[in-house]
């Protein structure tokens, strides 16, 4: 029986894991993250089970090849937090490519529509039985440009909604994606003509910070920017400035640049120690969520589905299907 240490379990990880994982398979549930602080939980296992806040750099690798760990399945699409070259000839590292597009495109036109109708005020409203509409005004989708900046699986699903709504769709993606039923522009032309701006790349070296001081102000007054990728794709400070002056009508984040220390967790009897989230959390057109969009029944099915094929693949010597090759 092969021996998995599983990282920054919460219950339904392990709800759905459960499910899946045969016989052959003992799943070591751990609450803890990943790093190199706690890498020591995995002495003695087989493989380990990650997510995305997990930090598997050079001496997490390095030690997990002490130990003889031969895989590092993520649960996850991302894998910016894994050190491919470190890992390459030492351990083979496997992902979930795709799960549930539906999951992410959905929860980011929930965003924009909480934002755009206020929803969120009008929930706590009348809860309070202030039945008052002032301050609630929003704005037809019908019409309105939505940039999509990423077409892949996401991307496309969250363009295939828009398209319900009757809104003009504008992407930008280095890769034409034949799917992809709204019209490519450059990412200028993206930023200068989009209403709402939605993320959806993956988070690269070369895009960190792609949204920033320069590309806010190439932007419409009053633009949505959607984040449900990864938080280091917008320089955070940008986008404050951009909400303080008004550049910026509302900003919707799924993902945070700092969030590692915070997201998947309850704080909610203590001061957060980090201003800039603080910050935006304070501000009434402004919604965070804690890098929720993937969590839905589905996603997490799959999820568990795909995980325990990869890590039954690898111990069956059979072709690593989803192994992430750099
Ligand atoms: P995908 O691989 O199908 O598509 C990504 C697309 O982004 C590709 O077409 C690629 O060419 C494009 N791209 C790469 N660099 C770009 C750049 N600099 N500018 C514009 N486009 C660029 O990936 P998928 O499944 O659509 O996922 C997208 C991202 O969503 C993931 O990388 C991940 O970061 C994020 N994600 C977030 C989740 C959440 O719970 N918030 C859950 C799942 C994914």
Known sequence: MKTI????????????FLKYAGENLNIRFFENKLNKDTVSMAACCDAVCAF??????????????????????MRCAGYNNVDL??????????????????SVAEHA??????????LHKAYIRTRDHNFSLEGLTGFDLKEKTVG???????????????KGFGMNILGYDPYKNESFIGQYVSLDELLEKSDIISLHCPLTKENKHL???????KMKNGVFIINTSRGQLIDTQSIINGLKSGKVGAAGLDVYEEETALFFEDYSEEVINDDVLSTLISMPNVLVTSH????????????????VENIEDFFEGKELKNEILI
């Open 85 to 102: 070259k470190a890992a390459r000839g030492r351990i083979k590292v496997v992902r979930v490519p795709a799960y549930s597009p539906y």
């Open 52 to 73: 995305v806040n997990d930090s598997i750099d050079k001496t997490v690798i390095e030690t997990l090849e002490k130990y003889g760990v031969g895989l590092i399945a």
């Open 211 to 217: 949204i920033n001081d320069q590309t806010v102000e």
């Open 148 to 162: 999509i900046i990423g077409t892949g699986k996401i991307g496309c699903t969250f363009a295939d909604i828009c």
């Open 5 to 16: 240490a599983f990282f920054d379990t919460k219950s339904y990880d392990k709800e759905s």
């Open 292 to 307: 929720q969009a993937f969590l839905t029944k589905e996603a997490l099915s799959a999820i568990a589905k795909t995980t």
């Open 109 to 118: 036109i929930g965003m924009i529509l909480l934002l755009n109708r206020k």
